[in-house]
């Protein structure tokens, strides 16, 4: 009777089994990074959840868990923008065209991303439910540069926000922090590794004006206006 569904996309190959799983309560286009290896590669995506209504009105006895529309393969590294495609939210530089991509789905918070005369923003809330979440595919180990365009928002009747970078590949986990009081663009440093980097960028302070005056009551601590990827040398040849 509820909506929520658990998902789970398995992929076997030389390299060995690897499983990956989402969670979706809505109509949703679901992504998933995975790299393939030389020859076969066999994947499996079902459904976690066990059925609870047992019959349709229309007598139809089957366990109707999710309705699959389609499933499309893309090549990541030929990837070089996400968010509205008329307006991208995160824009790779040119000069990273096959080497680092990106993956076209964005996870942000329970909102979605806007759109006005200056483009696309999403306002970010407290912490990585409420953050930007993005997933790069790089084909090398590689520093790049993270830059966001950022404004503090009326979530708190102060200016200043803490900020952070989290970024996940096979080096690791990397933490990073940076503060802000005015419209600015923060930089962040960072090793991609060969593969799977996912990154998240969110506000560690909390919201404390409620509801603002035109009775919108989303915690409006920062306004993301655009993310950039930059090579940080000249390493791309």
Request: aromatic letters at 6%.
């Amino acid at each position: 009777p509820d909506g929520l569904r658990t998902v789970e996309l398995t992929l076997e190959n030389e390299a060995g089994v690897e499983r990956q799983r989402q969670v979706f309560d809505t109509s949703s286009t679901l992504s998933f990074a995975v790299e393939l290896q030389l020859g076969r590669n066999e994947f499996t995506f079902g459904c976690l959840d066990e059925a609870t209504v047992l019959e349709q009105p229309n007598g139809d006895t089957r366990p109707l868990l999710v309705r699959l529309d389609a499933i499309r393969v893309v090549s990541l590294l030929g990837q070089r923008q996400a968010g509205p495609a008329d307006s991208p939210l995160v824009v790779l530089d040119s000069t990273l065209a096959g080497v680092v991509g990106i993956l076209s789905h964005l996870g942000t918070p329970p909102w979605d991303i806007e759109i006005d005369e200056d483009g696309s923003f999403l306002w970010l809330g407290q912490g990585d439910e409420e953050g930007i979440n993005a997933v790069l595919w790089s084909d090398r180990e590689l520093m790049v540069e993270l830059a966001f365009d950022v404004t503090p928002g009326p979530g708190r009747p102060d200016g200043l926000r803490t900020v952070y970078l989290t970024l996940e590949n096979e080096a690791g986990v990397q933490r990073l922090r940076q503060e802000l009081d005015s419209s600015t663009t923060l930089s962040f440093a960072v090793e991609l590794q060969a593969g799977r980097n996912e990154f998240t960028f969110g506000c560690l302070d909390e919201a404390t004006v409620l509801e603002q005056p035109n009775g919108d009551t989303r915690p409006l601590l920062v306004l993301l206006r655009e993310v950039r990827i930059d090579p940080l040398m000249s390493q791309v040849d």
